[in-house]
Every structure is written in structure tokens, then in C-alpha cells.
């Protein structure tokens, strides 16, 4: 069975932008972000991309015609072979008419309610609504499918199946948490036998949104919201958050069955809705990062207060000892830390497609699970690997070189001679691009699409903070690590590995001195895990280098600059080396360096 996992919408910036205002940095603020396809075999993920890293705008919602068109080539198959159309969005007449009754208990005067219905039926009718997906899809791809084949997947669930088909079809408890989905923005519950079942006494409506308050603390920073998020996690690091802290005190409240409430319904009309409160509890704001970090420091601990309370009823309502952990909340690594040491789970795992960029896998995965013909033979489809995506031949790499002569030159090499000269070429306080195989999935650099650098220098962070990714000082860098070295180096804890960098881990004391530019400023690291079965050439290159430094790790980051996505071709990856101060780039088995052009 071949199954196609579809996310984006044409019209749903156009319609976002001209009913609720989402332009400029509220740009990011629409449903279907993270655009992307997948492409499930007989139960085996086989392809998956997002559609920004082939039409380079980043957090693209567009139709993903890039991703379906590569997903489909690579596996030699027409549309006409796909067995099933899988998308993460069920807005179905339900919904919208649960949306409109929720509408008709608001508030507001009838014409403001009048209105806010006309914009949400214009979203229905023009991006969201079934037969607006159906229409969408065909005219994009010029192929008309079959409304039965066609299956419409709950956000949530999506999700959930996107964790469960990656940590090995196990059975297992979740916590699903992010912006919002067709009507609530969180959910409890567990897998059993592939079976999902929800806690629903336990659902959060869309309206109490935690990720959607993360979202306005963001903007209110000076953030993009539902981009930036990840800044305001890095800036707690930098003070400790008020006690009490207003958040909790005056903004969320808890209430029994893993429930909490906000204050005020979050208002997609107004984005700034929660200003006048931050400023009442905080002080007027200030551009200064001691009142940045002293809020954000206040949000860390109200996002781990909030999905804590979830943990302790979900605790109380199931036996399975081992947790899931998706949604874009779920990107919170410092979060995700502090959730696990402080549950009874004895291992949480969170994927590399934990935000939307997954919800393609889990869409797919929970169409062929729960298809007649799926058997219960060919439920367990094996390891999942994060290096889906493309992938470029050696005549592609030396035809993109040849297009750049001028601009740069290079050496081939054999792949171990790329990893002694690499090796070498890192005990200096050098940059270099790494540009290796299939395109890694989600929104981390796994070691496919990577910068790599030498963590001993204490300003190796500020080198490439301002003259490569061109962002934020503040922004901390993760270290690659063998597995087998994490625990020496870093405070496990209950976790032995990390491989997609969704951890936090604090740094061994005796450490701190040795990578100073992987440690953050709490003296915390969010940790990438590797090994020699998963990603044999960065464990060799890991190897090589601590044998000539006696540096248990390298800094990476991905390969990019602020605002454009991750690299995924060859003429990406030598564009952005040549707008930035890297030092060297390897592109496959090529040594690239730069042409001095007053040589």
C-alpha cells in the first residue's frame, strides 16, 4: 500500500493575511506551516521533505508541489499508484460548526460576531474545508483523487502517530501540546496495539492555548511568533524567574484532570491580547536582556509548571511506563528534561518530526494503520532513520562546483581522507559547512546539513553567531557527542541517548572548561547523541578529532543563516558559504575553500 502524506495550503497565507492580519512578523501565525510530503510504502517511510528547503522560504504553508513531485520521483511511482492521500487537518462540517457555537457564546456584539463568522468561513471555503483540499490538490498536480481515498487525520493525532511509528511502534503514553489544531491545542492519552485512545476529560480547548501564550510572550519580546519561540528558551538561561511568578499567579490556572484555563480566551482577532497584562506584571517593557530573560525565565518555569500538571494526571490514568511527547511545544528541550526527571516514565522520547514538519509521517501512519487491508503482520516497519530527504550525486556536486569556478576551489578526496583532513583542520578555531547524503527531516541539523567547529574556544560562539548565522549572541550552540561518551561528559540522567537534539543535559563541572563554546550560559547543553550504526562518518570524524585534542565533542548548528531555511542542494549549501565568513566547505567527498578575489 503507498501511502502520500500531504500539508499546505495555496490560498492559506493569502487567506490568513487578508482575514486575520497574519503579515509582517504575524506571518508565521496561520495554519499550515512547516509545508511538507512523506511517503509510506507497505508501512516503510521511504521519502519525506519539507517544501521550504525546495522552494527556500522558510516555514513555507504553501502546497507542498515541490515535496509530493520529489517524494513520488524518488520512489519511481505516479500519482496514480498512491493508494491513500493522508492530510493532518480534519476541518470537517463538525468542526465548523462546533467553531460557530463557540463563536455564538463569545462576548461580543452580533455584528462583531457576524464578522468573525464570515472570515472563518472564508478560511473554511478557501483552504481548511475538505472540498477546498480536494480542489487545491488537483489543481496543483493535475491529478484529480479519488474523495475516497483521500483521508482526513485530527492535527492531534497526526501527531501522536508521527511519535508512536518513530520510537518503534511501542505501546506507550502522550502528551500532545502546540498552537492549536482544528479545536483544542492539547491532549493526554495512550497507545495500545496501535489503538489511540484519549483522555478526554483531559483536552485543553484552542482557546487556552499554553503554545499560543508562548507564542504572544515571543512577540511581545520582539519575537516572530511561532518561529522564534526557541529564542526565548535560549534567554531563560540568562536569570531566574520571579517568585511568585505572575504567569502562574495571574494567568494560568490549573484545575483538576490535567486541565488549566488562561485568564482570558486567547483572541486570534487580537495577537497582542496579553500585552497590557505582561506590562501590569513585569513592568513596562524593555529592550534590555535582563527584563527579556526575567520573562522568559518566568515562561520556562510556567510552560514546565503547566505540562507537569498534564504529566500528573496522565500518571494517574495509565499503567504504560514509557512517554511520548509531541507537538511543537515539545521543541522545548529545557522543558523536556525537567518533564522527564520529574515523571515516575522511565524513558520519554520525542521525535525529529515532533513539530509540524512530522505531522506528513503521522498522517500517513495512521491512514495505512487503520486501513482494512493493513494486516497486523506488517504493523512493525523497523527502525526510522531522521536522512529522508534528498540526495545528490557525485556528477551533481562537481556540475554545481564547476558553475561556482572562480568563486571557489576544491580537492577530491576518499571519504577517510575526508575525515583525517576535517579532523585536522578542527583543532583551529575555523568554521566548516558539512554537507553529507540524504537530507536530514524536522527542524534540526543532524549531521547531513551541517556547521561544524571546535567547542574548546570560549568565543567560538560569537565568531559564528555574528559573522556566519548573522542572529542573536545569546543563541547557544549543541555539541555532537559519541553515545557512548554522553554520560562522561554530560549529566544523563534517566537518558542514555539524544539523537535529534531534543534534550537538555547540564554540563560535567570538569567539562565546562573543555567546551566552553557548547556550554550555555547555566552551564546546560542541548545534546545530539550519535553512533556508529546511525551516522558512521560524524562518529569516525568525532573519534579522530578527540584523539587529536582530546575534545569530546563538536559544535553544530545548521547550515544556514537566519531567516532561510537549511540547506538542501549542493548550489545551496555553496551560495551560503559564499555570503558567510565559513572557513572551509565539504560538499560529499570535495574540500571546498574560497578563491581570494584580490589574489
Not at 570538569?510 to 542541548?526: C, K, L, M, N, Q
Amino acid at each position: 500500500m503507498i501511502v502520500l502524506g500531504c500539508n499546505g495550503f495555496t490560498r492559506g497565507a493569502e487567506t490568513f493575511a487578508e482575514h486575520f492580519g497574519a503579515v509582517g512578523t504575524e506571518k508565521h501565525y496561520i495554519l499550515g506551516h512547516d509545508a511538507g510530503a512523506a511517503l509510506l510504502v507497505d508501512g516503510e517511510l521511504v521519502a519525506a521533505v519539507e517544501e521550504e528547503r525546495l522552494n527556500r522560504e522558510k516555514k513555507t504553508s504553501d502546497f507542498p508541489l515541490n515535496a509530493v513531485k520529489w517524494c513520488l520521483e524518488h520512489a519511481g511511482i505516479e500519482f496514480s499508484d498512491i493508494d491513500l492521500i493522508a492530510i493532518p487537518w480534519n476541518f470537517s462540517a463538525e468542526v465548523f460548526d462546533a467553531i460557530r457555537q463557540d463563536l455564538s457564546q463569545a462576548p461580543l456584539e452580533d455584528a462583531d460576531k457576524a464578522d468573525r463568522l464570515r472570515r472563518i468561513a472564508a478560511l473554511f471555503d478557501n483552504a481548511l474545508g475538505r472540498e477546498a483540499i480536494l480542489a487545491d490538490f488537483a489543481e496543483r498536480t493535475g491529478f484529480t483523487p479519488d474523495p475516497e481515498k483521500v483521508v482526513f487525520v485530527q492535527h492531534h493525532l497526526a501527531h501522536a502517530m508521527t511519535g508512536y511509528y518513530m520510537a518503534g511502534k511501542k505501546d506507550t503514553a502522550f502528551l500532545i501540546s502546540d498552537g492549536r489544531a482544528e479545536l483544542f491545542s492539547s491532549l493526554i492519552g495512550e497507545i495500545r496495539d496501535g489503538e489511540i485512545r484519549v483522555f478526554d476529560e483531559s483536552t485543553i480547548s484552542a482557546n487556552d492555548s499554553i503554545g499560543n501564550l508562548f507564542a504572544s510572550i515571543t512577540r511581545f519580546l520582539g519575537f516572530v511568533p511561532n518561529n522564534d519561540e526557541y529564542k526565548v528558551m535560549g534567554l531563560s538561561g540568562f536569570a531566574g524567574p520571579p517568585s511568585p511568578n505572575p504567569f502562574l499567579e495571574h494567568i494560568v490556572h490549573l484545575h483538576d484532570n490535567g486541565r488549566y484555563t488562561l485568564c482570558r480566551p486567547h483572541d486570534l482577532e487580537n495577537p497582542r491580547c496579553f500585552d497590557d497584562l505582561f506590562e501590569k506584571h513585569f513592568g513596562p517593557y524593555e529592550d534590555t536582556v535582563q527584563y527579556k530573560a526575567t520573562v522568559a525565565a518566568a515562561a520556562q518555569e510556567m510552560l514546565t509548571v503547566v505540562t507537569g500538571h498534564q504529566l500528573r494526571a496522565l500518571e494517574a490514568r495509565t499503567d504504560l511506563d514509557h512517554l511520548l511527547f509531541e507537538g511543537g511545544l515539545a521543541l522545548n528541550c529545557v522543558n523536556n528534561t525537567h518533564l522527564l526527571e520529574g515523571s515516575r516514565f522511565t524513558d520519554m522520547e520525542v521525535s525529529f518530526g515532533a513539530s509540524d514538519t512530522g505531522v506528513v509521517i503521522g498522517a500517513a501512519v495512521h491512514a495505512w494503520a487503520n486501513h482494512p487491508d493493513t494486516t497486523a503482520e506488517v504493523k512493525y516497519a523497523g527502525s526510522v532513520t531522521p536522512y529522508i530527504g534528498p540526495e545528490y550525486d557525485e556528477e551533481t556536486v562537481a556540475r554545481t562546483l564547476r558553475e561556482f569556478e572562480g568563486q571557489v576551489r576544491w580537492t577530491r578526496l576518499t571519504q577517510d581522507e575526508v575525515v583525517d583532513q576535517v579532523a585536522k583542520l578542527l583543532t583551529e578555531k575555523v568554521v566548516i559547512g558539512w554537507f553529507q547524503g540524504r537530507l536530514e527531516h524536522g527542524p534540526r541539523a543532524l549531521g547531513h546539513r551541517s556547521i561544524l567547529a571546535n567547542p574548546k574556544f570560549p568565543d567560538i560562539k560569537d565568531v559564528i553567531n555574528t559573522r556566519v548565522k548573522h542572529r542573536e549572541p545569546f543563541r547557544p550552540f549543541a555539541p555532537l557527542v559519541l553515545e557512548s561518551d554522553a554520560d562522561k561528559v554530560f549529566e544523563m540522567g534517566r537518558k542514555s541517548r539524544s539523537p535529534y537534539m531534543t534534550f537538555v543535559f547540564p554540563v560535567r563541572p570538569e567539562y565546562h572548561d573543555v567546551i566552553p563554546g557548547a556550554t550555555h550560559v547555566d552551564g546546560t547543553s542541548r545534546v545530539q547523541t550519535v553512533t556508529d550504526e546511525g551516522e558512521p562518518m560524524i562518529a569516525t570524524l568525532l573519534r579522530r578529532f578527540t584523539a587529536l585534542t582530546d575534545v569530546p565533542c563538536l559544535i553544530n548548528t545548521s547550515f544556514n543563516v537566519a531567516g532561510e531555511p537549511i540547506v538542501c542542494s549542493p548550489a545551496d549549501a555553496v551560495k551560503c558559504f559564499l555570503s558567510t565568513e565559513i572557513d572551509y566547505l565539504v560538499l560529499g567527498n570535495h574540500l571546498v575553500t574560497k578563491v581570494d578575489p584580490t589574489a
